[in-house]
């Protein structure tokens, strides 16, 4: 039995958050990646992503998504693959800028996010993750 479950965690009321679909399109991206395991999901305020880029990659200033892997084991079974943090206001502004819509950069963020948690790591890698997101993009006409 596959076992997928996405956690979305956003209290922000501006601007305003396609949450249903953008938990249908993770489970989406870990089915396609062959991923099984629950992953959270936080939509958060730029103020908060500037808290968690300073302290955990020592840049000051927010970011638009930052992921978190883990990998540890649930208890009952399953695995916790890790956590994905995206700023609302920087991927709105974004998507105004690329004359897209909020979901769409979300659905950009999100996938850019699990496949961090699926191990890439377009820093290290030589250019493999960035192919590879690249094709999924293309796939979900993301591009």
Known sequence: MK??????????????IPREELVTFTLDVLGRLKLEGELGLRVCSTRTM??????????KGSTNVLAFPC???????????GDILIAAPVAE???????????NELKRLVLH?????????????????ARKERGLRREWGLA
């Not at 500037?50 to 840049?59: E, I, K, P, T």
């Not at 990998?71 to 693959?81: R, S, T, V």
């Open 3 to 16: 076992y997928r479950e996405v956690r979305l965690h956003c209290r922000l009321k501006s601007p305003p």
């Open 50 to 59: 500037a808290s968690f880029n300073s302290r955990f990659r020592g840049v």
């Open 93 to 103: 502004k974004s998507a105004r800028e690329a004359g897209d819509t909020l979901e």
């Open 113 to 129: 996010g699990v496949l961090h948690l699926a191990g890439y790591d377009h820093e290290r890698d030589k250019g493999k993750m």
């Open 71 to 81: 990998g540890d084991e649930l208890p009952g079974g399953g695995k916790y693959l």
